[in-house]
């Protein structure tokens, strides 16, 4: 064998004995690796503390009466019958069922639909499509309870300008029958435009060979819309279904500030605020509605997560 062919015949042994072992990950250094841990272990022990404790320890209080003053030891236990009494001698929780389920339906079929079309026709780059954009995002940076004040300016029965231009004496935010109806115009104000941004940020995604492709075969807009650009926007129509429900469950706010949720303005939410900040302080009971709206919530987001991780498999 010349010394070549020799040369040539230990290059792969060479080659072996110098790449490393399959299988093994190349370690991070010491300093990386703590800060990883450290970024990782923070946020992890706010979420504990914040959120899953507070969670736990409500879910546990379901299950006794408690006013809130003297030790833990005082509390006591009663089993179920907190939920017992919610669902039969608590008058207020099926008309805040009700409402709930009313602020759930209006806000699908009104302030979401419009919205979406507003992305629509604002994902066009017409003139003055960033000066609208601005304007309809603008009370989304505001809470629910200055929405509240700000409608009140409309609502209002003795100067209020609903009532001033048509020369009406209506109390809108106090008349029962239809201060609901009211409050979900307000709401729907604010929510038009969270969802109007949701789309448009999901328009600007779409890839443009769908549109071409579309027109190619003679589609029109609203047929390339519902059949090509509609279907490819899932995790944004996922994402907006769960925020519509988790906003209908938790809608508090604007109803505390206008009657602390009482005559015709009823929400889990309100009743919760009521028996546990309120006169009553029944902690126990304030727990278990917090508990049944957790636990509705919950619903909603395990159907979000599933179909995430079902695409995420998929992929």
């Known amino acids: 064998m010349t010394d070549i062919e020799q040369t040539r015949a230990e290059a792969p042994q060479q ?6 072992p399959q299988g093994r990950e190349k370690k991070l250094p010491t300093r990386d690796r703590w800060v990883v841990i450290t970024m990782v272990t923070i946020p992890l022990v706010l979420v504990v503390l914040l959120v899953w404790v507070p969670a736990a320890l409500s879910f546990a209080l379901s299950f006794g009466k408690w006013n809130g ?3 833990l030891d005082t509390i006591e236990w009663v089993g179920f019958q907190n939920y017992k009494d919610i669902a039969t001698i608590y008058p207020p929780f099926w008309p805040a069922i009700q409402h709930n389920l009313i602020w759930l339906v209006f806000l699908f079929l009104f302030p979401t639909v419009l919205g979406m079309l507003l992305a629509v026709v604002l994902d066009r780059e017409m003139r003055g499509s960033r ?3 601005t304007a309809f995002y603008m009370p989304v940076v505001l809470s629910m309870a200055l929405i509240g004040f700000i409608w009140q300016l409309f609502y209002s029965r003795d100067q209020g300008l609903i009532n001033d231009v048509f020369g009406t004496q ?3 935010y106090g008349d029962p029958d239809i201060n609901l109806w009211a409050v979900l115009v307000a709401t729907a104000w604010r929510h038009t435009g969270y969802i109007m941004l949701i789309y448009l940020a999901g328009l600007k995604g779409v890839d443009a060979s769908l549109r071409e ?6 589609a029109g807009e609203v047929k390339t819309f519902f059949n090509v650009i509609f279907p490819v926007m899932r995790p944004i129509n996922l994402i907006v279904i769960v925020i519509v429900v988790i906003e209908s469950l938790r809608a508090f706010d604007i109803v505390w500030v ?9 929400v889990i939410g309100a009743l919760v605020a009521q028996n546990v900040i309120g006169e009553a302080t029944r902690y126990g009971f304030g727990s278990a509605l917090a508990v049944i709206m957790m636990l509705i919530s919950s ?3 395990t159907i979000y997560l599933r179909n995430v991780f079902r695409e995420e498999r998929t992929r």
Not at 258 to 266: A, M, T, V
Request: no cysteine; proline share 3%.
């Open 170 to 172: 209506i109390d809108w």
């Open 15 to 20: 080659q072996r004995a110098a790449a490393p």
């Open 213 to 218: 492709a579309a027109a190619v075969d003679g």
């Open 131 to 133: 000066f609208y954009q």
């Open 258 to 266: 206008i009657n602390k949720g009482r005559n015709g303005l009823e």
């Open 299 to 301: 619903v909603f987001i």
């Open 69 to 71: 003053f003297g030790d």
